[in-house]
């Protein structure tokens, strides 16, 4: 079987957040969610180590689809396609990241493309804003981060920008406007999966 020459455009918004944080990505529909998951994690600029799971609006009672357990009814994401349950412009489904912090993200699929043979997939060709600092303690404790940042005289700040440079990312200096689509790297997921399945 010959590959798909279908490409999924879908705009990724960060929920909660304003004003908007937001990206663009393509990735082909033969895809899994794990890729997807994989593609958000690359382009919104987490660093993929906390849970996640994707939540589909199926039939009467939403499916969860993630990293499976013995506890929760959670599936693998790897082992379902987007084609699956993406099929016209409109569809949605909402993908949280850090169960901890809580980061929920609208996944739209806005366009159903042809793929052009001189371009890569997945690719991230918008999107506006900054992702907030891994562990930042959700939306309130990103709006607190941005409140510190905004005042050297706060009495957190030196705190706030000693823990920005140490941070594994190395955020500082930290812009939360600035975001460069063209600078997104994608890792290969199917590289990542064997490392995750490992580690199981």
């Given at each position: 079987?010959?590959?798909?020459?279908?490409?999924?455009?879908?705009?990724?918004?960060?929920?909660?957040?304003?004003?908007?944080?937001?990206r663009r990505?393509?990735?082909?529909?033969?895809s899994?969610?794990?890729?997807?998951h994989?593609?958000?994690?690359?382009?919104?600029?987490?660093?993929?180590?906390?849970?996640?799971?994707?939540?589909?609006?199926?039939?009467?009672?939403?499916?969860?689809i993630?990293?499976?357990?013995?506890?929760?009814?959670?599936?693998?994401?790897?082992?379902?396609?987007?084609?699956?349950?993406?099929?016209?412009?409109?569809?949605?489904?909402?993908?949280?990241?850090?169960f901890?912090?809580?980061?929920?993200h609208e996944?739209?699929?806005?366009?159903?493309l042809?793929?052009?043979?001189?371009?890569?997939?997945?690719?991230c060709i918008?999107g506006?804003r900054?992702?907030?600092?891994?562990?930042?303690g959700?939306?309130?404790?990103?709006?607190?981060?941005?409140?510190v940042?905004a005042d050297?005289?706060?009495?957190?700040?030196?705190?706030?920008?000693?823990w920005?440079k140490?941070?594994?990312?190395?955020y500082?200096?930290?812009?939360p406007?600035v975001?460069?689509?063209?600078?997104?790297?994608?890792?290969?997921?199917?590289?990542?999966?064997?490392?995750?399945?490992?580690?199981?």
């Amino acid at each position: 079987m010959s590959p798909s020459q279908v490409i999924y455009q879908f705009v990724v918004t960060l929920l909660e957040i304003k004003p908007k944080i937001w990206r663009r990505i393509q990735i082909s529909e033969e895809s899994s969610f794990w890729d997807l998951h994989v593609a958000l994690q690359d382009s919104m600029g987490w660093c993929d180590y906390h849970m996640h799971s994707f939540t589909l609006e199926e039939g009467k009672a939403p499916v969860t689809i993630g990293i499976p357990d013995t506890i929760s009814e959670t599936s693998a994401d790897w082992e379902r396609t987007l084609a699956s349950y993406f099929h016209r412009p409109g569809d949605v489904c909402f993908y949280e990241y850090d169960f901890g912090d809580g980061w929920i993200h609208e996944v739209l699929l806005e366009g159903i493309l042809l793929k052009e043979k001189r371009l890569k997939y997945p690719r991230c060709i918008a999107g506006e804003r900054a992702c907030p600092p891994e562990d930042c303690g959700g939306v309130w404790g990103y709006y607190g981060l941005l409140e510190v940042l905004a005042d050297p005289q706060h009495e957190d700040y030196k705190d706030m920008i000693h823990w920005l440079k140490n941070h594994i990312k190395k955020y500082h200096p930290y812009n939360p406007d600035v975001f460069e689509p063209n600078k997104v790297k994608f890792r290969n997921p199917r590289e990542q999966l064997e490392t995750l399945k490992a580690n199981l």
